[in-house]
Structure formats: structure tokens, C-alpha cells
């Protein structure tokens, strides 16, 4: 990878692991200083320590962390151009069933926890003096609707959607670029943490055969960070060739956290 993005200060959400990680990875090869902001302290710093980025410990649920990690990431960077908002979490669901306390969990992170860190960034981005850009990790969840299970992380993506293309027009007028990128699966922990339910399982398998690599997401975030500033690339879409797309007609038969089959439901 060239110096397409030499001296420009980035910003990474979730850069503790997966996207966001690859994202701040691929930054830095790229020429730019990046600061990567999750919760895990120790994951951070092995980043920071192998790539020389610096590590910003805050959780983005809590609007006052949220704050001072971007305020210390700029200050560590002496100004900020880009914010890539990769932090996210995601839990299947019924809502016939699902515990409320996942609902807010999603909520939380991928929507009020975006907003809290691109507010407090958008001064900063503002007053940079080229390449000025937020990136939305969002989904292709947040262009469709995969499965019954997926309700409420749908409407968290499409909320990051919404929140894109307003703020587009928004921050136009100070030159800001907004870009919102929605990939299918993705080999990520994403899955991880998760229970052991059916569907939890698929998704976990069909990252892990068919999903692309952290690094093929983070390279198109180059891709449209490295675009001239008179051009914003307004959203990215991106599958696994072999995600199978015939599969999102799932159903609800069975128990909830059975619902759907086949090679789609997620991402
Ligand atoms: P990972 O689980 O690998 O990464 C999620 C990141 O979010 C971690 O760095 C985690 O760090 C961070 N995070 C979670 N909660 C918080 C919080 N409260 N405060 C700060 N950071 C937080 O998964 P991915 O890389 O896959 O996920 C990145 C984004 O990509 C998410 O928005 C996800 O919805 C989206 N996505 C993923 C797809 C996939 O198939 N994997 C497909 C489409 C979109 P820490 O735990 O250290 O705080």
C-alpha cells in the first residue's frame, strides 16, 4: 500500500480488534497517525505498540468517555481529519423473547454511542484543513432486513444509515465528508461473546467460511479516504461472492433463536 493518506490524522472506534483494527492497521501503512479507542487497554496497546498508534482507552456508551477519548486522541494527534466509527455490537434476537437488555446494548454502542463520539469529533474535523471524513461502519444489515432475528441490530444499522445522510448534509457546507460502508459477514469476534444459540452458530460458522477479511473492509475505507476531497464516496456495499443472498427468506418456524437457514441472515 502507497502514502495515500501521508500525515493525515485518523481516529479508529472499535480499533481493539476486527474492522477497526485492520482499519487503523491499513491507515497507518498508508501513511497516516491513528488513534484507536475501544475498552480492552491491553489489546490496544499491543496494537499501538506493533503499528505505533495511539491506544485511547473509553467506552463509547458513556458519553462523558466518549468525549475525553476523542479530545485525548486529538490532542495526542495534534488535530483530527478522519473519524472512523467502526465500534459495534450485535445480538439476535425474536423480539418475542429477547432479553430488553440486548436491545439496549445494540442501541447504545452502534447508534447513541456513534453519535456521542462523532459530536464530540466534528469541531476537530471541522477545523481540519483537508480530507476531512467520517466513516460509518454500518451493514448490510442496515440496507435490508436478513431475518426475523435480526430486528432490532437492523434498526441499529439502519439508524447508522440515517444518521450518514444527514450528517452528509449537514457537514457539506464545512467541507466534512461522510461515507457509510455496509459489509455482509465479516471474519471478526464479532460472534464471539455470544450464547450458543442456533442461529449465533450459523453466524459464527458463515463468517468464519464464507465472510471476508477484516483487511478487504478496511482497504476500501482507504480506498475512499484516499479519494480527492472534491469527491465523497457516499456508501459502500460489500458481500462475500459466496454469501447467498436467497437464503434471507428465512422463517420463524421453531423456536426463535432457531429461525432462519442457509447461508444468509447476518452482515
Ligand atoms: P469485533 O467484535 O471484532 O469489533 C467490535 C469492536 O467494537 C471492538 O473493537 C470492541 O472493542 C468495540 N466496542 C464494542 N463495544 C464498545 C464500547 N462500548 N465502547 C468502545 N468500543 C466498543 O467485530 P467487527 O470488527 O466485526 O465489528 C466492527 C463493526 O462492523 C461493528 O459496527 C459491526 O456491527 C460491523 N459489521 C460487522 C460485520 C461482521 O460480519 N463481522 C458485518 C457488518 C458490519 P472493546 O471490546 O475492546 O471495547
Redesign the pocket.
Known amino acids: 500500500m502507497g502514502a495515500g493518506l501521508t500525515g493525515r490524522r485518523v481516529l479508529v472506534?472499535?480499533?481493539?480488534?476486527?474492522?477497526?483494527?485492520?482499519t487503523a492497521r491499513a491507515c497507518a501503512a498508508a501513511g497516516a497517525r491513528v488513534a484507536v479507542?475501544?475498552?480492552?487497554a491491553d489489546?490496544?496497546e499491543a496494537l499501538a505498540d506493533a503499528h505505533d498508534l495511539v491506544p485511547v482507552t473509553?467506552?463509547?456508551?458513556d458519553p462523558g468517555q466518549a468525549a475525553e477519548g476523542v479530545a485525548r486522541a486529538t490532542t495526542a494527534l495534534g488535530g483530527l481529519d478522519v473519524l472512523v466509527?467502526?465500534?459495534?455490537?450485535?445480538h439476535p434476537g425474536l423480539i418475542t423473547d429477547q432479553d430488553p437488555a440486548e436491545w439496549r446494548a445494540m442501541v447504545?454502542?452502534?447508534v447513541l454511542?456513534l453519535l456521542a463520539v462523532t459530536q464530540a469529533a466534528i469541531p476537530h474535523l471541522e477545523a481540519s484543513d483537508g480530507g476531512a471524513t467520517i466513516v460509518n461502519?454500518?451493514?448490510?444489515?442496515g440496507r435490508r432486513v436478513p431475518s426475523p432475528t435480526g430486528a432490532v441490530?437492523s434498526a441499529t444499522?439502519f439508524a447508522v444509515h440515517a444518521i450518514g445522510e444527514a450528517l452528509r448534509q449537514e457537514l457539506q457546507p464545512a467541507g466534512v465528508r461522510v461515507t457509510t460502508i455496509?459489509?455482509?459477514?465479516?471474519?471478526?469476534?464479532?460472534?464471539?461473546?455470544l450464547d450458543q444459540s442456533d442461529v449465533v452458530a450459523r453466524?459464527r460458522r458463515m463468517?468464519a467460511t464464507v465472510?471476508i477479511s477484516?483487511e478487504d473492509?478496511a482497504a476500501a475505507i482507504v480506498h475512499a479516504l484516499s479519494a480527492p476531497d472534491s469527491v465523497t464516496t457516499v456508501e459502500i456495499a460489500m458481500v462475500p461472492t459466496d454469501q447467498d443472498d436467497s437464503a434471507y427468506a428465512s422463517s420463524v418456524s421453531g423456536s426463535g433463536s432457531g429461525a432462519g437457514s442457509g447461508t444468509g441472515d447476518?452482515?
Request: aromatic share 8%; hydrophobic share 40%; net charge negative.
Open positions: 472506534t472499535g480499533g481493539s480488534s476486527g474492522i477497526g483494527a485492520a479507542l475501544a475498552r480492552r489489546r490496544l473509553a467506552d463509547v456508551t466509527n467502526a465500534a459495534g455490537v450485535m447504545d454502542v452502534n454511542g461502519v454500518s451493514s448490510m444489515s441490530y444499522k455496509s459489509p455482509g459477514f465479516v471474519a471478526t469476534e464479532l460472534f464471539d461473546e453466524y463468517a465472510g477484516p473492509v447476518a452482515g
